[in-house]
């Protein structure tokens, strides 16, 4: 089987997330376009890179796990895909455990937190939800820094 490009990838990310727009009410796809930008620029492999693409994917609805499964993806990019997967009332501890034990997974969830909690993004939103979600953040990012 031949895998995707990355480029057949990101059009399906692109297409798969195209109506969806982020808390400030952005389009979706920039988050997207930000992730793997940031995957690419911290060194990432293009395994990574695709897994930045579908990141949320399955978490949104854009795409299905019996999409995933069938799609042309190294087993790594989708591994990652699922390990980035959070699941209905899974614990940020679980979740970060998952993701480090995953390989590649925590550069793309690094690349996500970065663009989550940029400035810019968060001054978009109201100072309740800024405050929840900057808290958020820093607390995924000091349970991926955990041994």
Not at 9 to 29: C, F, I, L, N, S
Not at 31 to 41: F, S
């Amino acid at each position: 089987m031949t895998l995707m490009t990355l480029a057949e990838v990101e059009a399906v990310a692109r297409a798969a997330h195209a109506t969806q727009t982020d808390k400030a009410g952005r389009p979706y796809v920039e988050h997207l376009e930000a992730v793997a930008g940031g995957v690419r620029e911290r060194g990432g492999s293009a395994e990574q890179i695709a897994a930045a693409w579908l990141h949320d994917a399955l978490e949104d609805g854009a795409l299905t796990p019996a999409w995933l499964d069938g799609a042309a993806l190294s087993p790594l990019t989708k591994a990652i895909v699922l390990a980035l997967t959070k699941h209905e009332g899974e614990s940020p501890e679980s979740y970060a455990q998952r993701l480090r034990a995953t390989p590649g997974a925590v550069l793309v969830k690094q690349s996500d937190l970065a663009h989550n909690a940029d400035p810019r993004r968060l001054a978009e939103l109201d100072e309740p939800t800024r405050a929840r979600l900057t808290a958020k953040y820093a607390h995924m990012r000091s349970l991926l820094a955990a041994p």
